[in-house]
């Protein structure tokens, strides 16, 4: 399972930014596929994720009416459309493997993080 997250950047606040996750085959096929974050000094935590089944979703409450997520119909890229962004989203991103019940949580895989830092 080899996941590819891009598009990270230095932003001001209540600008927007799109994360892209590239998906390798066997990943897209069997895997929810999401973003959790890490601040730095702070544990990492989910943000997102889009099932491989149905296509529905789930985001974390500080998140939600703010970020969205995507996918190709391919199947193979999975986007964070990250919208009115807040200094404390500040974090380096992770795309993973995901799943969800009352909270988000990962599946095994994680690919390189990206940085995206939002200036006051």
């Known amino acids: 399972v080899q996941l590819q997250a891009s598009g990270g950047g230095l932003v001001q606040a209540a600008a927007s930014l799109r994360l892209s996750c590239a998906a390798s085959?066997?990943?897209?096929?069997?895997?929810?596929i999401g973003w959790f974050r890490q601040a730095p000094g702070k544990e990492r935590e989910g943000v997102s994720c889009?099932?491989?089944?149905?296509?529905?979703?789930y985001y974390a409450d500080f998140v939600k009416g703010r970020f969205t997520i995507s996918r190709d119909r391919r199947k193979t890229t999975v986007y964070l459309q990250m919208n009115n962004l807040k200094p404390e989203d500040t974090a380096v991103y992770y795309c993973?493997?995901?799943?969800?019940?009352?909270?988000?949580?990962?599946?095994?895989?994680w690919g390189k993080g990206t940085q995206v830092t939002v200036s006051s």
């Open positions: 085959r066997f990943a897209k096929d069997y895997y929810s």
């Open positions: 993973a493997t995901c799943g969800w019940g009352d909270s988000l949580y990962n599946t095994g895989y």
């Open positions: 889009i099932s491989s089944s149905d296509g529905s979703t």
